[in-house]
Every structure is written in C-alpha cells, then in structure tokens.
C-alpha cells in the first residue's frame, strides 16, 4: 500500500457531524472535527409536545463543509493532496421531499422555514397515523410485504413519514418529486448530481425502511401503495429500482465540491449507511455477536452468513436485509427508541427546578446562575450513577419500563409510554435514576430473548458509542442483565471509522469491507463480565419488567 493513503469518514448523528480523516493503511486517525447543527441546537422546526423532529438540511451542508475543511488545515497540504475516498453515514429513516433536480425543498426560498420541506428525523413520530394504516392495509395481500421489516412496519421509517407529510401539506405536495434518506442524498451532493433520477440508493436504507427486497423484485408494486392512499399512486417511479452495497462508489467529487473543500478531483465518493450499520463495522463487528450502538438510542446490528439464516424470518425487528452490514452477509437490525435520551429527561426534569429557581435568583447574577446551571447539567448523569452504584440490589426495588418514546423492538410501538412503579416517600433520584438505567438493559435483554428465541443465537455482545465507552457502572449492569459478557472497543468514534473503512473500499485500497476492518480496526480496550451475585435477582427483575410493560400496554 502506499505510504500516503488517506481517507474521510463522516458520521451524521443527531445532534452534530464528525468527520475524521483516517491512515487507511492501519485505520490511526489523523484529524478529526465535529460541528453542532446551529438551528437544531436552537431547536428550531421541532415540537417535542407533537413528537415533531426535523432538521434543516444547510445544517447538513455547513456541518460537512465545516469539518472536512477543519481536518484539512488540522492534517496539513502533504496529508490533503492524498485523500482517496469520503464516505458517510447518517441517522435514520431520517428522509426528506426533494424537487426533479434532487434539490431538497427546505433549500428553496419559499420552503425555508417549512418543517415538511426539511429532513424528518429517525425520531420524529409524527407519522403513528400513517405507520397504524400500512400495517393493516399489508394484511389484505398475498404476498407479505412486512416480511423482511420484522413484521411491523414503524412511524419512524420512510413511507410512514412519506405518507403524513403529503397528507399534511399541500405546498410541499405540489413540489415534492422524490423521497429521498439523508445517506443517500449527501453522496448525491458531493457527486454534483443535477436530476433526482440519479441518486444512488444503498441497500440499507431501502432494505430495512423502505420495503425494498430482491425477492418483491425491487419496491412493493405500485397498487399496494395506491390503494394504500391514492396520493401515493405512481410514487415508486419516481423513487428507484436498483440499490448498492456501501462498498461501492457512487462516483467522483464534483468540482464545486472538490473546490469547496480543498480536495483533488479525483476523490471517490461512496454510498452512503445509516451510521449503526457503519458503525457496526468501525467496531469490528463479527458473525451472531450483536453489535450495540448506545447513544441517545440504540441500534442493535447483527450479521450472520447468508446460508446460515436461509428461511429464517425474525418477528419484531427493523429489517434483514443482504448485504445491508457487511456485502455477502445477511445484516439484521434492532433497537431501542430510548437509551441515553432516558438518562437525559431524568437528568432535565431534576434540573428544571434549578434552572428556573436560578433565572429568578436575587442572590446570583445571571452570568454566575447560567455557569451553575451548566455544570450541574454536565454533572449530573455522572453523579447519580455514583450514588446508584453504591445502592444494594433488590428484588424489590423501584422498576421502570424505557418506552418513553416509544418502542422499537421488538415489536415497534410507537404509542406506548414508559413509566415508574414501586415508588414511596423513600424513592429519590439516585434509586429513580437506577431503575431508569435498569429498564434500558431490559430493553436490550427483551431484543438478545428474541433473537434467541427466534433461532438467531447471538453469542456475543460488542458496545460502541457513547454510553458504552463513558458509562462503566451501565456497562456493568447491562452485562449482569444479559449474563453475557460485553467486549467495548477502543474507537471513540466507530460510526466515522466505519464509513472511513467503507471509503477505503470503496476506493479500491481494498477488495472487501472485511479487509478493510481487519487492517483499519482499533480493538478492544475493555469487557465487563457478569457478576454472578447479581445475575439471579436481575432475572427476578426482569420477568417483573415484562409484567408491568404487558400491564401498561392494554
């Protein structure tokens, strides 16, 4: 290989992008940077109250701009003149309605303060409606639509989220052309594409959100989305028929973009994943080990060969789809609605009484109120995982269920509700805060028991992403929990190490993903196995969990 070879992974996540210029010789990061979407952070186009989560896709464009640039200068001209490829990945189903020139709406003058006309986030919800309808209008036909989607089709995927917003608005409606996920239209953009016909749509995206399967020949046929609701009639023609695996280009840079970022002309670009899929591979993944992505969600990857799971069809997950992980393997995948954002909304409703207290305190100005607010919103989670670390383990303490914002798997229900039981007078926040923790390990154990009992062994627990690698006192219960261990890996950042690997792919430095993860992969530098003390009352726990989740959703 030669001594110079770099390559760019960026990695869309939910709140900011990363984007690391990698060696692809040994995968040693050379630069990184990160960039905060500016109106999502004002929360701008959202309502939390309607489940309603949208982002604007200049947030995107400067985001990419920003941090490709920024690890530029960082790595230096020598460093820059060698970039071979860029490949990324982003949250999802997180799709948006674009124009016949590919062109997003919210990008045009009289669409740019339009929620419709801007990405619908992977955590919108908006489209329960439209996600109730589809599963019961996929019952009327032979040929089972829902197959390859776990059997449930969910309010966070692409024609759930199609459906209600051209039902919503007329406007966007009357212009929207194509649907298109945000992986797959960034490529697009890079790549200069002039006509929406030539996006080129990876295998994940339309595999595990969109119905797309080899075996339905492409799309479900036009009639069972017209009669569905006749504002979809023709849509599939203006969508696509053919999908591509992420280990294949979808073209070279453009030269506005080449120009806009300092790059060489010659700069692959390849097809873009949602970043657990990628994600998965920056953390090595390996066969029946389910790989987790614990963020503000969960997204549960597992891959296994092709001939191993032939007719095997597991109920209640978000799809399997070939090639949709690693090209030639069949790529499964699950998760959680909730994880770090559970932790989160536990940390804002203790802090409210603060913040508001604070903005009206005669005893601190307001400069000296906002640094407290901040540090103790930054210290919090870390403090009541201190102290719920130090509380004994007991059948009887408080238990809570994680669906608070739904739940994904198994069994994608968006409108259930989480909640709280066994409270007293003697509940405080770190014994709240346990049970909170708890319920999201259930909520993994709930998805590893389906696999299982579905005929998917998994034989192995692999942790990436920020809970994984900040949280040991969540590492170690989620172990108790599984009575499996949990390997962690080194990467601080796997979901841009992964499409830095699928860029090295997809650039020809080499021939399968594979090589590039076993030359590119960083490791593991932790595992947490479990204690056996705990194991027994966890299960006890855990049968009271599937109780009181069967109690609250009737």
């Known amino acids: 290989m030669k001594k110079d070879c770099f390559v760019i992974g960026v990695d869309y996540g939910t709140d900011s992008v990363r984007s690391v210029i990698a060696d692809a010789n040994n995968g040693n990061e050379i630069a990184s940077s990160v960039f905060y979407y500016p109106r999502w952070k004002d929360g701008l186009f959202c309502n939390a109250a309607l489940n309603q989560f949208r982002q604007h896709p200049l947030d995107y464009m400067?985001?990419?701009?920003?941090?490709?640039?920024?690890?530029?200068?960082?790595?230096?001209?020598?460093?820059?003149?060698?970039?071979?490829?860029?490949?990324?990945?982003?949250?999802?189903?997180?799709?948006v309605a674009v124009d016949e020139n590919g062109s997003p709406l919210a990008l045009l003058p009289e669409f740019q303060n339009?929620?419709?006309?801007?990405?619908?986030?992977?955590?919108?919800?908006?489209?329960?409606?439209?996600a109730f309808e589809i599963n019961g209008h996929a019952k009327k036909f032979d040929t089972d639509y829902l197959q390859?989607?776990?059997?449930?089709?969910?309010?966070?995927?692409?024609?759930?989220?199609?459906?209600?917003?051209?039902r919503e608005d007329e406007q966007v409606r009357s212009k929207c052309?194509?649907?298109?996920?945000?992986?797959?239209?960034?490529?697009?953009?890079?790549?200069?594409?002039?006509?929406?016909?030539?996006?080129?749509?990876?295998?994940?995206?339309?595999?595990?959100k969109a119905l797309w399967a080899a075996g339905f020949g492409g799309l479900p046929p036009?009639?069972?989305?017209?009669?569905?609701?006749?504002?979809?009639?023709?849509?599939?023609?203006?969508?696509?028929?053919?999908?591509?695996?992420?280990?294949?280009?979808?073209?070279?840079?453009?030269?506005?973009?080449?120009?806009?970022?300092?790059?060489?002309?010659?700069?692959?670009?390849?097809?873009?994943a949602f970043d657990a899929h990628m994600g998965a591979v920056g953390g090595q993944i390996e066969s029946y080990h389910l790989s987790k992505v614990m963020g503000t969600s969960t997204c549960d990857m597992l891959v296994a060969p092709m001939e191993d799971v032939k007719g095997k069809l597991v109920r209640g997950i978000c799809g399997q789809v070939p090639g949709s992980v690693i090209p030639g393997m069949m790529g499964m995948e699950a998760g959680q609605s909730a994880f770090g954002d559970a932790y989160a909304w536990f940390r804002n409703v203790l802090l409210w009484p603060l913040q508001h207290t604070l903005?009206?305190?005669?005893?601190?100005?307001?400069?000296?109120?906002?640094?407290?607010?901040?540090?103790?919103?930054?210290?919090?989670?870390r403090e009541l995982s201190n102290e719920a670390a130090k509380l004994p383990l007991s059948e009887k303490n408080e238990l809570a269920i994680d669906w608070l914002n739904g739940r994904?798997?198994?069994?994608a229900n968006q409108l259930l509700k989480g909640a709280i039981s066994g409270l007293s007078l003697g509940s405080d926040a770190p014994k709240i805060f346990r049970a909170i923790a708890e319920s999201t390990c259930f909520g993994a154990k709930a998805i590893v028991d389906r696999f299982n009992n579905e005929g998917i062994t998994v034989k192995g627990l692999i942790g990436l992403g920020g809970v994984a690698k900040k949280s040991p006192f969540i590492m170690q219960m989620m172990a108790d929990v599984m009575n499996m261990p949990i390997r962690i890996h080194k990467s601080e950042q796997t979901c841009a190490a992964g499409a830095a690997m699928f860029a090295a792919t997809a650039a020809g430095i080499y021939d399968r993903v594979e090589d590039a993860m076993l030359a590119m992969g960083q490791g593991f530098d932790a595992e947490y196995k479990p204690n056996s003390s705990n194991v027994d009352i966890y299960a006890k726990r855990?049968?009271?969990?599937?109780?009181?989740?069967?109690?609250?959703s009737n």
């Open 222 to 272: 036009n009639d069972f989305f017209s009669s569905l609701d006749p504002l979809l009639d023709g849509f599939t023609t203006r969508l696509f028929s053919e999908t591509f695996t992420s280990d294949q280009s979808a073209g070279i840079i453009s030269k506005e973009w080449a120009e806009r970022l300092g790059l060489n002309r010659a700069v692959i670009i390849g097809i873009g």
């Open 177 to 208: 052309f194509s649907w298109v996920e945000h992986c797959d239209w960034v490529p697009f953009l890079l790549t200069g594409g002039k006509h929406a016909s030539q996006i080129k749509r990876s295998v994940c995206s339309a595999g595990h």
């Open 62 to 95: 400067e985001g990419l701009e920003y941090t490709i640039k920024n690890c530029l200068q960082q790595a230096g001209a020598a460093a820059s003149a060698s970039i071979k490829a860029i490949s990324v990945d982003t949250t999802g189903s997180s799709p």
């Open 542 to 552: 855990f049968e009271a969990y599937e109780q009181l989740g069967k109690f609250i």
């Open 408 to 411: 994904r798997t198994p069994d």
């Open 148 to 166: 390859f989607v776990g059997g449930i089709y969910s309010s966070e995927w692409f024609w759930a989220k199609l459906l209600h917003v051209l």
């Open 359 to 381: 903005m009206h305190s005669s005893v601190v100005d307001a400069e000296t109120a906002k640094k407290l607010s901040e540090e103790a919103s930054n210290k919090l989670i």
């Open 114 to 130: 339009n929620p419709n006309a801007m990405f619908v986030l992977w955590k919108d919800h908006t489209s329960v409606k439209e």
